[in-house]
C-alpha cells in the first residue's frame, strides 16, 4: 500500500484527507479528519495551514470550516481549507483609480494583489490592454478573468497559495497511465459533441476608427470534423482588434474540441513515475483500449485522497486543446473525429 506521511501545520494528527484541485478555478479545497483529545476545540477559523505530503506542499492558505462532535464512544474533528488565493476570489478589489491603460493581465493582476496572495505566471508575453475598466465591486479574480476568456489564459492556483496566469501546459508528467497496471477499476472516458460548433464567429467594435475592420470586424474559425453546419457568434471582451477576434475564436473552438474527449481514471498513489505529485495543467500519456484511449492528455482537474483504504488519485482528464494545449494527434483521435489545426481567419461582417 503507498501512503503518504500527510501534515497540516498547527492541526492535530490527520486521519483521513481530500485535496481538489483545478487548472479552471483559483481555488483549491481540502477536507481533513483530524484526531481529536482533550477539552476545547484545538484549531481556529482563519488559521494559517500548509498541507503537505511527505514535506511537499500541497494547499498554502486557512481553515475554512470546523465540525466537531462526539457519540458515546468517539469524537470527530473535521477541517476544510482553502487556498490563499480565496481572498483574490472572493473579497473585492481596491485600485485608486479602476482603470488601466495600456498595461497587460500579469502588470493589472499585480496591481490588484493588494492583499498580498502572490501573482506569478507561466512566462507567456500577454498583449497590452488599451483600456480596462474596473467593475464596483468585482473581485480581483472576476475581472482578470473578463479578460482572460478574449486572450486564451487560465487562472488557477499554485501549491504554494499564488495566483498563476497561464497560456499553456506547463510540462508532461512521467510515465504511462496503462489498464490493468496503474489505471484502478472505475475508469470511465465521454466522447461528446456538446459544445461544439462548425463555424465560431467573434465579433466587436473598436472604440476609434472609421474602417471596416474597426466597425464591422469579424473573426471565424472552423470545425471541419463536424458533420452539419452548427454557426455561434460569440462578442468580443474589451477593446477590438484583429489579431484578439482570432485568438478568442481559436481559444473557443480548440478548447470545444479538446473537451469533446474527457477521461476520469483512478490511478494509485498521487505521484507519477517520476516522484511528482500530479498536478492541473499537466499532461500525461494514457494507453487504454478498453476506453478507446491511446495518447496524450491534459489534467483538468485532480482529486488526491488517503484513508485506511489507501493513497489514490483521480485524474479529470481530457483532449490537451481543452487548456490551450495541442492536437495530441494519438490513436483515440478518430474516436471522435478531432480536426486538425483550428486557425481563425478575417471577414468582413
Given amino acids: 500500500m503507498i501512503l503518504e506521511l500527510i501534515t497540516a501545520s498547527g492541526l492535530p494528527a490527520i486521519k483521513t484527507v481530500s485535496v481538489s484541485v483545478s487548472a479552471e478555478e483559483a481555488v483549491r479545497t481540502a477536507a481533513l479528519d483530524c484526531v481529536i483529545v482533550g477539552s476545547g476545540v484545538p484549531v481556529e477559523i482563519g488559521q494559517e495551514v500548509t498541507l503537505a505530503a511527505s514535506g511537499e506542499p500541497v494547499l498554502t492558505g486557512y481553515v475554512r470550516d470546523i465540525g466537531t462532535g462526539y457519540g458515546a464512544d468517539t469524537r470527530t474533528l473535521t477541517v476544510s481549507l482553502v487556498s490563499k488565493t480565496v481572498d483574490f476570489v472572493e473579497c473585492s478589489a481596491e485600485h485608486a483609480t479602476g482603470e488601466w491603460l495600456d498595461k497587460d493581465l500579469g502588470e493589472i493582476a499585480d496591481e490588484l494583489d493588494t492583499l498580498g496572495v502572490g501573482v506569478e505566471t507561466d512566462g507567456s508575453s500577454f498583449p497590452k490592454e488599451p483600456r480596462h475598466k474596473l467593475v464596483v465591486g468585482e473581485s480581483p479574480y472576476s475581472t482578470i478573468e473578463r479578460r482572460a476568456r478574449g486572450r486564451g489564459v487560465l487562472i488557477y492556483d499554485t501549491p504554494k497559495g499564488r495566483i498563476k496566469l497561464a497560456t499553456k501546459p506547463e510540462g508532461t508528467h512521467a510515465g504511462t497511465l496503462r489498464r490493468g497496471e496503474n489505471i484502478l477499476p472505475g475508469a470511465t472516458a465521454r466522447f461528446t459533441e456538446r459544445g461544439r460548433h462548425s463555424e465560431v464567429k467573434v465579433r466587436g467594435q473598436a472604440s476609434g476608427g472609421t474602417e471596416k475592420e474597426a466597425l464591422r470586424p469579424e473573426t471565424i474559425a472552423r470545425d471541419s470534423s463536424l458533420q452539419r453546419r452548427r454557426p455561434v457568434i460569440l ?19 480548440n478548447r470545444a474540441a479538446g ?9 494509485t498513489g498521487w505521484r507519477d513515475a517520476g516522484g511528482k505529485i500530479w498536478s492541473p495543467n499537466w499532461l500525461v500519456r494514457v494507453e487504454d483500449d478498453w476506453l478507446g484511449l491511446e495518447g496524450l492528455m491534459i489534467i483538468k482537474a485532480v482529486e488526491l485522497t488517503q484513508s485506511d483504504e489507501g493513497t489514490k488519485a483521480v485524474l479529470s482528464l481530457a483532449d490537451p486543446r481543452a487548456l490551450g494545449g495541442d492536437n495530441p494527434r494519438g490513436k483515440s483521435a478518430g474516436g471522435y473525429g478531432a480536426p486538425g489545426a483550428i486557425e481563425a481567419e478575417y471577414q468582413d461582417e
Fill in 259 to 267: 473537451n469533446a474527449v474527457t477521461a476520469n481514471l483512478p490511478v
Fill in 235 to 253: 462578442r468580443l471582451e474589451g477593446e477590438t482588434t484583429v489579431d484578439r477576434m482570432k485568438k478568442r475564436a481559436e481559444w473557443q473552438a
